[in-house]
């Protein structure tokens, strides 16, 4: 349960500050440790900026979700949002310029269907990559294995993501047996679905617990398609009399739906730009020799286009 | 072992030990007459003092002739020096010998030693000469110490060998003691059946007898016989009981006080069961038994038949989702 996960002791945050300030030190670390190895043509202008890294990290972000939705056999909600949790709780501690974001989304992928039960043998999922050549996908499997334990190792072994989904179809059954006010609750589920997808591309997983997004997500689709909800929390919530519980919950959706609005699709020029210098980064400084060069080996960039 | 038995790795010969039936091909034959041993495997193997192997008819052979040597290594040897083999590997026998024969005249015991030092050096002694004399190294040597040894502790020894005998005839006591326990017993329970046996015969043939003579019904007859037959069978049972036992299988008499340290009395505070309170930072979740007559569960896929098999119930889903949706709800961060 949500209420003694790790999710909530260990990565639930206060506010949007806190996680700026963890990607911002991340940045730091990895620029103090490349300017102290004292490699030559190491200099401040190399490397990436903490906002330009987020401008990738949202760029491979969005690919991590595309992979996840073409992949065969289809995978379940929840297997995707704890593949895109993985990915943004390993990056809140990581820079993107030690870790290349292409291996990572895919061990992240990986991982999730493995935690989630979603079972998937390893050449099916290479078999997902399907630009590559048989050899290819050889290759791309060796590296998730190779970075695989780096992964669990800084989710700090806390593999157990609570996603929205569940909170989702419980409210949605309370909705129905509880509350009769709202006649058909069915007719929201696709707009609440969609709610739910955006919502994983924000930092709300880091900030809010899912019950508190799911219930945002249906409060919304409802004032969106004009029917009135809001007796529910007062009512069947029974928090007529909890005043500040109520404007705490109101204050929390309100913020979730403003981090929503926030997030936009990162612009192309300026990714090519910020990719350039992320390779460079890579090639030059990168540790491990069995990296990819160039973006069109895994062949995604079709999809997301 | 005869033959390849692969069941019982022991080093045991012998027909009774080995259970399988196919063992009758041995494994060595007797090196003279070769072919008998595979022909009659009831025959035995004797070893002699040098350590080889000979077949019984072999052994009569070579002594009937008068001529006392070995087929193999050629020494002199005396009938009586043959013994039945007891182990597979004849070298083993002999060994077996070699060692009784040093063990009677270096039998001191651990308790004549002042600590373990040594003892450990004295049976390490003995190991050693026991080693030459089977590998046949230094046999000369060997012997004079042997002899040096026997000279010097006499009195030792002969007091070691009475102490030995004094043993060994108690422990034939005591194991005399049980064997006749053990047949009184045996034949006690045989009287008992045999007594038993004949009551029943006894009645079978007074019931037989009377349905001849008496003018009562037979049924009556039948049922009184049923009614003696199950009486006897009671009292049969009754007798097994009374059987007292008055001491306990380790010799302990039943009854007796034992007497034991004093236990301290631990005196300490009494255990109050207080249920676990979990903050699910939201609203209460109706019980799991509720559900159906709250209505929750007529918005849940029902189970088909193959789930509920398994023990899954649509009420186990319904739950699980309503908690997941209340957990946190109110929570304060965020």
Redesign the interface.
Known sequence: ????SSQ?KYW?F??EESLEQLRYEANQKYRNKMLASGKPGVSDAVFLEAHEENVLFRHYEKRLLDFCNAFKPVMPKSVVGTAIMYFRRFYLNNSLMEYHPRTIMLICAYLSCKVDEFNVSSTQFVGNLVQESAAGQERALEQILEYELLLIQQLNFHLVV?TPY?????????I??RYPLLENPESLRKSVDDFLTRVTLTDSGL??????I??TAILNSASRAGLSMESYLTEC??LKEDKE?LL??YD?MR?IKSLMKKYELPKPDEVNAYKVKLERVHADFGTNSNMYRGESVYGLHKINK | MKGRCSNSPGLIRGKENCQSDLCEMDDQGCPRCKTTKYRNPSLKLMVNVCGHTLCESCVDMLFVRGSGNCVQCDTPLRKSNFRVQLFEDPAVDKEVEIRKKVLKIYNKRDFDFSNLREYNDYLERVEEIVYNLTNNLEVEGTKQIMEAYQRENRDIIQKNKAKLTREQEELEELLLLEQQGNEQRRLETLQEEQRQLQAKRKSKQALLDELERSHVPATILLAQHKDRAAQLETQIEKQKQVVKTTIFSTGIPMGQTVSLLTVNRLEEVLYHYQPIHMHTYGPPVPELEQLGRLGYLNHVRTAQPQDMAGGYNSGLACHRAIQDAFSGLFHPLG
């Open positions: 349960m949500f209420h003694i909530k639930t206060d506010n609570h569940r909170p989702m179809e419980g409210l949605l059954i309370d129905k047996t900030l809010f617990p899912p019950s508190q799911a219930m919530m029974g519980t705490k919950m929390a913020r």
